[in-house]
């Protein structure tokens, strides 16, 4: 069973453009949602990450936006760069236990020049 | 402040065999965790170790087995290895489990081929 899944896969922008990666979840007990970016032959790094009792956090040019009830959150790279090209993963975790990360699939972004 | 360190960095082996997978913390984190991140998938929770006991377990068979040691360095032991393990083994480390600091710090992973 799949507890977050992750769109799109793949996304390719723009210089410039926005780029917006879609999560959702199931289990309604997670209550810390982090982004991780990961670069070919790195581990992930934590880039951004919001708890439900707020419904956007921005972080220079990336932002969370959160829907508790529809159980969706979403990651928002304004002024896309090349530099921004890697993978992105949404995750959740239930805070207090063993805090484990559940991962989504992953989106791979390209950013063109 | 030292990150979290991984090694080896690439491991091929054969079905059957053995494995042993290090991590060291970052400095001033005691709990660790493991992750096994399949090509082209997200990370998947192994288990993790807080004052060298297992703290917590994904849905990984027996022969994934693990150990935290008094300096809060881990291994990562894979027996009886199977074709589907070959993946890319993360380690994270964090502050310990409940004190409010989420953040988990991955290492560049080992990268494990089995034949």
């Known amino acids: 069973q799949q507890q977050v899944k992750q769109s799109p896969q793949s996304l390719i922008v723009q210089k410039g453009g926005i780029s917006i990666i879609n999560c959702a979840y199931e289990n309604t007990a997670f209550d810390y949602f982090p982004w991780y970016q990961q670069f070919p032959g790195k581990g992930p790094a934590l880039l951004i990450a919001i708890r439900p009792d707020v419904s956007e956090k921005k972080e220079g040019r990336f932002t969370i936006s959160f829907n508790k009830s529809a159980k969706q959150f979403s990651l928002h790279i304004m002024d896309s760069q090349p530099g921004d090209s890697a993978t992105y993963f949404c995750?959740?975790?239930?805070?207090?236990?063993?805090?484990?990360?559940?991962f989504g699939k992953g989106t791979k972004l390209t950013v063109n020049p | 402040e030292t990150g979290v360190t991984q090694s080896p960095t690439h491991l091929i082996k054969t079905r059957g065999q053995q494995v042993t997978l290090r991590c060291s913390s970052q400095?001033?984190?005691?709990?660790v965790s493991w992750y096994q991140q399949a090509l082209g998938q997200g990370p998947q929770f192994i288990f993790q170790?807080?004052?060298?006991?297992?703290?917590g377990r994904g849905n990984f068979p027996p022969r994934f087995s693990g150990l935290q040691f008094p300096n809060y360095s881990s291994e990562l032991n894979v027996n009886a290895l199977e074709l589907d393990d070959s993946a890319l083994y993360l380690c994270a480390s964090s502050a310990p489990p409940g004190t409010g600091s989420n953040e988990q710090f991955f290492g560049p992973g080992t990268r494990l081929t089995v034949l």
């Open positions: 400095s001033g984190h005691n709990t």
């Open positions: 995750a959740a975790t239930i805070q207090g236990g063993s805090e484990k990360l559940v």
């Open positions: 170790y807080y004052r060298e006991e297992e703290n």
